[in-house]
């Protein structure tokens, strides 16, 4: 079955940086197509960061665009987000999605299980 593990969260000072990554994994054959980061802070709704087509064109959110890059490895089936300039607000659990097709099956979207960032002094 399609897993997506996460990697990369903690505690960081405001203004600091920190490397989220989320590999993508299947006991059968599979592509990996659009990747998104999101993320949802207590009592808030989750909210789309970043997406990156299968071709490599990106999306980003107002409130990130500018200082948070998303890419990937695609030989690694692998999504990256690279945040940089880090404020109190951007505290949240961040999940990673991914809409996958795996052999004998349609295309599914799938979720990481969520790494906690914390933006604070």
């Known amino acids: 079955q399609v897993q997506l593990v996460e990697s990369g969260g903690g505690l960081v000072q405001p203004g600091g940086s920190l490397r989220l990554s989320c590999a993508a994994s299947?006991?059968?054959?599979?592509?990996?197509?659009?990747m998104e980061w999101y993320r949802q802070a207590p009592g808030k709704q989750r909210d789309v960061v970043a997406t990156?087509?299968?071709?490599?064109?990106?999306n980003y959110a107002d409130f990130v665009r500018g200082r948070f890059t998303i890419s990937r490895d695609s030989a690694k089936n692998t999504v990256y987000l690279q945040m940089d300039s880090l404020k109190p607000e951007d505290t949240a659990v961040y999940y990673c999605y991914a809409n996958i097709w795996a052999v004998g099956a349609h295309e599914t979207g799938y979720w990481g299980q969520g790494t906690q960032v914390t933006v604070s002094s």
């Open positions: 299947a006991g059968t054959m599979f592509r990996v197509n659009t």
């Open positions: 990156i087509t299968r071709s490599g064109s990106t």
